[in-house]
């Protein structure tokens, strides 16, 4: 049975804690009771929502009596259950809740509502199936922040995820709860514009950021909708993921109805109703049941963002295309193998044929035999062009794992990113990164995500090991990653060129501690077909 918290308990962890020392904030719905932890200050859990039943809209927090405890986090949002196919372990949240909106709040000691300090939100990553608030130690950043005397606040916030998050159907449209989990966000940037200034930081100085999902998401905030934009934040910072190709919210309806099947629900009068009535063990089963970013479909998953009219106004490449994003300054990366990953759950294919097969049903369902064709021949059999790129001959684990690798990670991952550079490089300031770190890991290479500890190092008192991050601090602080805003600031460690049309250049993380500036020059042609793609809708259309 799964370990989960009902609403109820939110209001428990809430109630009234024994008088102690501690920093304290008091907000118009509650006072909330924090911990000073050296020479930082958390606050943990608070609510930036009433808790939500299954299947609603984020809303304005619930006024709370007494002091709150806010010293240790929240309910990680309800999981689903991912494949075991990784050769690693993915880590699992044992606190878990449908009642799951609240937020954390790191910021450097003594400061106040006159400090004004600049802030970044961070959205957690996990494939939209996964992930929670606490899964990245923000403690080090901050303290470098302190140490290099440009101090930010960091925010975390909860969004739900999977079916709770991101179901999808013509009745979930009609009641207005489409991509729920993008909506729980909105509404954290939302509190930070009303509430940060209590905790030191200044709302008019908001970056927002994220990795893999939560950069996905970031990019998702940068288009031109009906509910985010300029007003949120400032700035963007996205690590392996920017603007994704999106499916309509239809391509969700045979999803939908299996679960209204495996619930009994088909009988129902208001069937989305019915769901929100299953008890929470029940449905989860329903939900597991269903595949995931490690299963077989892998990138095809069924719970990610869609096409709403709203929140998503129409496919994010066209939009991109069209120039219809937030014009703010950007960071955005990746690792250079980011499709490895995501190739272990396809280990069962081992020839051209099947390979082609694959490619068509998961990732192309529209696609003509030209088209197929055209793919399987620019991302050929030959181990030595496949992912972790630049290894020869080694790491092919099947015949066909680095062919899979290198496609997938160009059709999700580096192809978009190049492509949203290449329009947004003419509008705004831009700057990208490359990480080739980590190619000795034996068939992950430089593998998807694998450059977050650069950002958020567990150490980050050694200067030539933090130079990811003091760029980043850099970016919060200034809006450019080479400038300081420290009164006696050092001459940046490293010089990072902006990306432009004319010089497309990434700053680039080699092993063992070696940064460079390469351009972004590979794979052309192979890319620009993929984008092709994206753009005729071949990548979306029913999936």
């Not at 495996?262 to 063990?281: G, H, I, S, Y």
Request: net charge negative.
């Amino acid at each position: 049975m799964i370990l989960s918290i009902t609403l109820p308990w939110i209001y428990l962890a809430f109630t009234t804690a024994a008088v102690s020392p501690g920093p304290t904030v008091s907000l118009d719905y509650g006072t909330f009771l924090g911990v000073n932890d050296g020479n930082l200050t958390k606050f943990l859990g608070v609510p930036f929502s009433t808790p939500t039943a299954r299947f609603q809209l984020p809303s304005a927090p619930a006024l709370l009596q007494g002091l709150q405890n806010a010293t240790a986090f929240g309910p990680t949002c309800i999981q689903q259950t991912l494949s075991d196919t990784l050769p690693f372990t993915y880590p699992t949240p044992t606190v878990v809740s449908e009642a799951c909106l609240t937020l954390d709040v790191f910021f450097p000691a003594g400061r106040d509502a006159d400090s004004k300090l600049p802030v970044l939100v961070w959205l957690y990553g996990g494939g939209f199936e996964a992930g929670g608030s606490s899964a990245t130690d923000f403690r080090p950043a901050v303290e470098r922040s302190i140490l290099i005397d440009e101090p930010v606040v960091i925010v975390a916030p909860n969004y739900r995820v999977s079916a709770f998050g991101f179901l999808a159907s013509k009745e979930v449209a009609e009641a207005g709860l489409t991509n729920l989990g993008l909506r729980d966000q909105i509404a954290a940037l939302g509190w930070v514009q009303k509430y940060i200034s209590a905790f030191g930081g200044d709302p008019d100085r908001v970056v927002l950021g994220g990795v893999s999902a939560g950069a996905l998401s970031t990019g998702l905030h940068l288009l031109a909708n009906n509910r985010s934009g300029s007003d949120l934040f400032r700035a963007a910072f996205m690590v392996s993921g920017s603007p994704p190709a999106s499916a309509p919210i239809e391509g969700g309806q045979s999803t939908y109805d299996q679960l209204v099947a495996a619930n009994n629900c088909t009988e129902a009068v208001d069937t989305l109703d019915c769901l929100r009535q299953v008890p929470l063990d029940d449905f989860l089963v329903t939900v597991n049941q269903t595949p995931d970013v490690f299963s077989y479909r892998a990138f095809s998953s069924v719970w990610r963002p869609r096409v709403d009219g709203d929140i998503i106004p129409r496919n994010p490449v066209d939009m991109v295309q069209d120039g219809a994003f937030v014009k703010v300054p950007v960071m955005v990366g990746n690792c250079d193998d980011e499709g490895t990953m995501f190739a272990y759950p396809s280990l069962n294919i081992t020839t051209d044929s099947e390979f082609v097969g694959y490619v068509q049903s998961n990732y192309l369902p529209t696609g003509t035999s030209a088209q197929i064709a055209r793919v399987a021949a620019l991302y050929p059999q030959d181990p030595a062009e496949g992912a972790p790129f630049g290894t020869g001959s080694a790491n092919e684990l099947t015949p066909e794992f680095k062919r899979i690798a290198a496609f997938g990670g160009d059709l999700f991952f580096t192809g978009l990113r190049r492509f949203f550079l290449q329009h947004a490089s003419t509008t705004q300031n831009t700057w990208s990164w490359l990480s080739k770190r980590g190619k000795s890991t034996p068939y992950l290479g430089a593998y998807h995500t694998s450059d977050l500890p650069m950002w958020f190092p567990t150490n980050a008192t050694d200067p030539e090991k933090s130079r990811a991050v003091d760029a980043l601090i850099n970016f919060i602080n200034t809006l450019d990653p080479n400038v300081s805003a420290a009164p006696q600031a050092l001459p940046s460690a490293i010089s990072w060129p902006k990306y432009q049309t004319n010089s497309t250049e990434l700053l680039t993380f080699n092993d063992p501690a070696v940064i460079n500036v390469t351009t972004d020059d590979f794979r052309v042609e192979e890319m620009e077909y993929l984008i092709s793609l994206h753009l005729d809708g071949v990548t979306v259309n029913g999936l």
